[in-house]
């Protein structure tokens, strides 16, 4: 530690103060920062801070205080259905679940929150239930990856805050490292995951029977995300530094080393996924989001708790790789490891959020403020990050299960530039969370970030890591029990000392090895950032790299913001032709397909089939264009027919004592009242007789002018809105009859009409899976009256809602613009899920398909696809739209001499190895496309 003690940050600076700089940064800077602000955003009093604090805590109880009460032990609280989710006995998520232990994830996960907020007395009291409750011992298979996170940090950082809160002499005098041993003996549980030739761990372990064993279940995976073995040393490195047990960081080191081994070499990026075998990269498509975002976080973060340099080294290697290829101001973009000027994506994840307070710590805050500014002008339209989306800022995946990424960068950013506005934007956070996500029993994840409707989850991380950061970011430092700065903050934000770093040290000196003096390390910045620099007498400074972006969403142009790669502007040459740009009826479109081998067939049927033979490409240049020309046309293609489904709908209950806070998600009919056009339907509910609804109802007195509750089944869709709408229905919601069906586990759809005219359905009808409907019929039965609002969006929480007692339902029905209610009745066959799902796959003709025909693809989009005027724009970050060419060719000329990779891809290769390269550009591509976060 010594020898980076006399390298870093300035060698006077005394080696413990050097810790603490590195560590926190974003302190340091602080520190200057706010001696330096003047001017920009209004400060922020102190009262309105604290008031801000104080409703963090207020949050957080409610959270905590609705797990403590209706979800322990169980790991997780379900806020919808207000009990625990117990693993097994849920329809299973997938692997979303491989976080669940069945050891009280959440009360583990929220220990050293309770410190920081200042509940040291509900802290004492969390740790006996974990000494006396959690069995580590379980038959479960977990994720080895979100257990250390999770579980072993969680553990760790409520240790290390219980040590520090017993030397101060007021509570946890009864503490003898209870938490450590069980620590202890988690570590050891996860140690077998390791028993691989590469070193790096088995993505999953069971607790009580480890691997490969047949009563184990788990260890026939061969592949692991990078990430998932590249996030260990804080935890494990802790661990060994705590107890001496030096195992567990040596077991870290050695996955890290491999890692590093196996980076690619004249890109210096990684994949997604390797073979914990053989090394080998799976998913060869690179990013800082979801499959790698923490391995580049524990590089830096390792360097500063365990002061060893070749964490630094490797890290500044990868950032400025990042920094060359991924990084597109104010985007992040994914791209392939072995053509890293090839975009592998045009879209983002919303994990990738963490990236900016990652870059605050390393002392790079111009892209820090730029990325974070695009991520809040995302928000400020959804109120939520979607999980994924697209470079022109639209929707790609519309859940939000409440991430704490971007509140932690908006805490890093306000503590390096002391800037109010980043407490403006904690202030939006809050009042979103507030608003949109608090249910009765806690908060609620968003199931569709454009519905407000909710999935029945709330996540540990939420009260691990998103109270933490927002309530620090109002804290003043006489609000918080002890000093943040003597702990680094680990991707689960578990606190972990910096003292560590001299404390039994003898893993880091063995391990020391000649490869990074080899390195050329005069690139890399060895200094903490110095707010005097980066702000220099400017107070102004962050607020003017914000500037050009404000408008950065909302005037994106419908193309987004794609790189070409420089190969593509080679003199005289025009761009690449892209697929959002094609034309089939166009011959200079059809001239370029030909000389990039790509074929164009017309089916009977009427559509148009495009095919590339590389072979038949005028040179290797062209044929990788014509091969991003197909990567894009799928990916077009596939968003097109996402895009022709109609989006789902929302369900609010409205009434006490919901009063809209519950929102569930639904499916839309291709019949009846289409609510993106009209105004939504309010209403009471009633279930109906029969309850299929397959004949005339025998209740009309019960479901005049209210919404017909109707079970799925027996008969088509229509036919039962038929029949409630004869009945008076003013609206219809269809119950799924498959018990224990959710929308969190099977995929919405549409319902189908019945093949006939269906003009005459005049009501809105929607669709909830059971477990959504059930939350209603419950309601039903506690509280009798129950109403709803049927819409395409959730109407905002507002107190209008809580106010409006009850309105009649005569109103209710003239709030239906309206609407004439016909009757007629027709009979129809029998239907079923998988007839109106095939329903809606006909209405789609022109449904991609993709195969390999002697090293091409192939793939039939619908001719009328582009549009050759529309479509051949950018965006400035001004906002404003510019000719892609111009933009292009000016990027050229300018990139040109600069860059040193220019004469990447002018290269002249051997077309075998071009192919080679091709087969897997696709198969990459391919299981990027069948990726899901
Ligand atoms: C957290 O569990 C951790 O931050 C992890 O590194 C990735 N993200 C989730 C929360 O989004």
Known sequence: MSEAGGRGCGSPVPQRARWSLVAATAAFCLVSATSVWTAGAEPMSREEKQKLGNQVLEMFDHAYGNYMEHAYPADELMPLTCRGRVRGQEPSRGDVDDALGKFSLTLIDSLDTLVVLNKTKEFEDAVRKVLRDVNLDNDVVVSVFETNIRVLGGLLGGHSLAIMLKEKGEYMQWYNDELLQVAKQLGYKLLPAFNTTSGLPYPRINLKFGIRKPEARTGTETDTCTACAGTLILEFAALSRFTGATIFEEYARKALDFLWEKRQRSSNLVGVTINIHTGDWVRKDSGV?????????????????????????????????????ISQPPLLLDVHIHKPMLNARTWMDALLAFFPGLQVLKGDIRPAIETHEMLYQVIKKHNFLPEAFTTDFRVHWAQHPLRPEFAESTYFLYKATGDPYYLEVGKTLIENLNKYARVPCGFAAMKDVRTGSHEDRMDSFFLAEMFKYLYLLFADKEDIIFDIEDYIFTTEAHLLPLWLSTTNQSISKKNTTSEYTELDDSNFDWTCPNTQILFPNDPLYAQSIREPLKNVVDKSCPRGIIRVREESFRSGAKPPLRARDFMATNPEHLEILKKMGVSLIHLKDGRVQLVQHAIQAASSIDAEDGLRFMQEMIELSSQQQKEQQLPPRAVQIVSHPFFGRVVLTAGPAQFGLDLSKHKETRGFVASSKPYNGCSELTNPEAVMGKI??????????AEKARNIQNAGAIGGIVIDDNEGSSSDTAPLFQMAGDGKDTDDIKIPMLFLFSKEGSIILDAIREYEEVEVLLSDKAKDRDPEMENEEQPSSENDSQNQSGEQISSSSQEVDLVDQESSEENSLN????LLSLADVDNAASISPSEQTSNPTENHETTNLNGECTDLDNQLQEQSETEEDSNPNVSWGKKVQPIDSILADWNEDIEAFEMMEKDEL
């Open 289 to 325: 989001g979801a499959g790698i975002d923490s391995y580049y976080e524990y590089l830096l973060k390792a360097y500063v708790l365990l002061g060893d340099d070749s964490f630094l080294e490797r890290f500044n290697t990868h950032y400025d790789a990042i920094m060359r290829y």
């Open 843 to 846: 209405s789609h003709p022109e």
């Open 708 to 717: 017909a509750l109707i079970q799925r089944g027996q008969c088509m869709f």
